[in-house]
């Protein structure tokens, strides 16, 4: 059992979300603090491309810092003024439990795919640590929201026993999205959460924005954000760096860009052989390698779904990308 959160704690007097799972989670903290931000808040930000003070802005280490950095960010963001702070949370950090002891009002679930296996060894193993946010450290007066459309969402929503929202695109969720309009020009589509519907206007693009969207709106929610500067907050937040970034500079290929989305979520690709986290007796990284088959079958989706195809190495360290 954790020790209960003492006085001097640094997430005493910060209402913290935390956001975990495998993707999206980047994107649904900035949506979620411009809805803060709507709301008049002075938020904190602790993600995997930078850390937040209200104004002031630090490059990242780790997408959820150690715990001694982790609770001195808290202590400088409610030096600074913050009332609130949207964090990301990894597997890693709920693992080794460099979040412990810290108070959060809210948690969103995002979803669960297969990554990081290096480290957990298999997908239960990863959805457990997972877990562990929810069933040990949320707040027991907080809120979870969670991916409904996600079947490792739903094994989650079915297991705690705190408070909870479902958002998805599926029948069954408290929060849906219906008639969507996803162009290059950004997405509309109504939101309906417990029998009242919202139109949503944002500049972010793409299908998975949806569900980004949907998450955040479902925090904002819980923590007590109006609904109607949860929809101003939506309007406003911007592009996030290296998260489908439009780059429109009068291209043609825009043309194609516009009439592929129109029709269908576009994938962005990137293959990458990336080295573990593990180390061999010389210090150098162990290398991971897809499963068999994936790569060919990553191929074929990639040339399937998108006008071109770059292929490109990320981080090889001491392999020579030309063989890995």
């Not at 897809?290 to 360290?317: K, M, W």
Request: proline share 4%; net charge positive; with cysteine.
């Amino acid at each position: 059992m954790l020790r209960t959160p003492g006085t001097n704690t640094p997430s005493r007097g910060l209402t913290i979300i935390g956001i975990t799972g495998t993707n999206g989670k980047t994107t649904t903290t900035y949506i979620l603090k411009s809805i803060l931000e709507a709301w008049g808040k002075k938020v904190g930000l602790i993600g995997t491309i930078q850390y937040m003070i209200a104004d002031a802005v630090y490059q990242a280490t780790h997408t959820t810092p150690e715990s001694l950095e982790f609770q001195a960010l808290l202590h400088d963001m409610r030096a600074a003024g913050c009332s609130h702070v949207v964090t990301e949370i990894s597997s890693h950090a709920l693992t080794q439990k460099r979040i412990d002891n810290t108070i959060f009002k809210a948690g969103v679930f995002t979803n669960l795919t297969r990554d990081h296996l290096d480290f957990h060894g298999t997908m239960d193993d990863y959805f457990i640590s997972k877990k562990r946010f929810f069933t040990d450290l949320l707040d027991r007066n907080a809120m979870s929201v969670i991916n409904h459309d996600d079947a490792w969402g739903r094994r989650l929503s079915e297991s705690i026993q705190t408070g909870q929202y479902t958002y998805g695109l599926e029948a069954g969720a408290d929060m849906t999205a219906s008639d969507m309009n996803n162009s290059f020009d950004g997405l509309k589509f109504r939101l309906t959460f417990r029998g009242r519907a919202y139109d949503i206007v944002s500049p972010l693009v793409g299908l998975p924005n949806v569900y980004n969207i949907l998450s955040a709106a479902g925090a904002a929610a819980s923590v007590g954000v109006p609904w109607e500067v949860i929809l101003e907050g939506i309007s406003k937040s911007p592009a996030i760096r290296g998260r489908f970034e439009k780059v429109d500079a009068g291209q043609k290929f825009l043309r194609s860009l516009t009439t592929h989305i129109r029709k269908t979520p576009l994938t962005a690709y990137l293959y990458c052989a990336k080295p573990d986290q593990r180390k061999d007796h010389h210090g150098l990284r162990l290398r991971r390698r897809p499963r068999p088959g994936q790569e060919a079958a990553d191929g074929a989706i990639a040339t399937r779904l998108s006008d071109f195809v770059i292929i490109t190495s990320d981080n090889p360290r001491s392999e020579r990308p030309e063989t890995s």
